[in-house]
């Protein structure tokens, strides 16, 4: 009968892992260029057969069963977002090639994201807002000090009157070396920089959206709910029980 509690509870927190993922994609809806997180769990079982063992990765037969279900891993859905057209003259989309990325200058270092709906700071510098600086093909913050701009279909920047004043850098990380996505949403290297790309297309006046599913996530989350709820219930059940059985057997 304890025994039912370690599936109750882990299923608990499994679900409400679940759910901060979830909720944290219905968030970012809205977000330009943001990529939608699915959350996946294993078995206790499973994370103990995978870390028990020794240098030689010659592992300990621990038994077959399991009672603990965990959080495994979130994986990234890379596919490219829709296109709205703003018109706006600071807004670029790269156009298809869902393993690349405009890259930013931030008090932390490099950081990459899909996200093109620019401004000007107020020195006069090509940013994306709350993150910093967009950088050109050369790995140099670009200075436009004006919004009087428009773009070419590879990224280069002109003003009204013709003059060149930079190229955005795109770039984009190998198979073998996958971006990690931190807290705020943006892309970091994963031991590995990403290259220079200069044969992908930039849209002006385009801006990429979220790729996230609002109707399935709307799905998957009351699904989730209703999961939680139904452990919750079964776990007090389980609670009553047990008290009324030791107060039974305190009696005897």
């Known amino acids: 009968m304890f025994k039912g509690f370690y599936n109750l509870t882990s ?33 206790f079982e499973d994370v103990l057969w995978s870390r028990v063992g020794n240098k030689e990765k010659t592992y300990i037969d621990l038994g077959n069963q ?68 967009v950088l050109d093909v050369a790995g140099n913050e670009i200075y436009l000090m004006t919004d009087k701009v428009h773009g070419d279909s590879y990224g280069g920047i002109y003003t009204d009157g013709g003059a060149y004043l930079g190229r955005l850098g795109v770039y984009r990380f190998p198979e073998d070396a996958q971006p990690i996505k931190n807290r705020e949403a943006l892309f970091v290297a994963n031991g590995q920089e ?13 801006v990429e959206r979220s790729n996230v599913d609002l109707v399935k996530q709307m799905v998957c989350m009351i699904s989730e709910q209703r999961a939680y709820q139904s452990a919750a219930q079964v776990s007090k059940m389980y609670d009553d029980l047990m008290t009324k059985t030791t107060s039974e057997l305190g009696r005897m």
């Open 11 to 43: 299923g608990m927190i499994t679900h409400g892992r679940h759910l901060d993922v979830i909720s944290n994609n219905m968030a970012n809806v809205a977000t330009a260029g943001f990529k939608a997180d699915t959350f996946t769990a294993t078995t």
């Open 66 to 133: 399991s009672y603990i279900t965990v959080p495994s891993e979130n994986y990234t859905d890379y596919t490219t977002g829709s296109y709205d057209d703003t018109g706006e003259p600071l807004d670029f989309a790269i156009e298809g090639n869902e393993g690349c990325y405009f890259a930013f200058n931030t008090e932390n270092g490099r950081v990459y994201s899909r996200a093109g709906q620019f401004t000007l700071d107020n020195d006069g510098y090509l940013t994306l807002p709350g993150v910093g600086r």
């Open 194 to 206: 990403p290259e220079l790309v200069t044969d992908v297309r930039v849209v002006n006046g385009l």
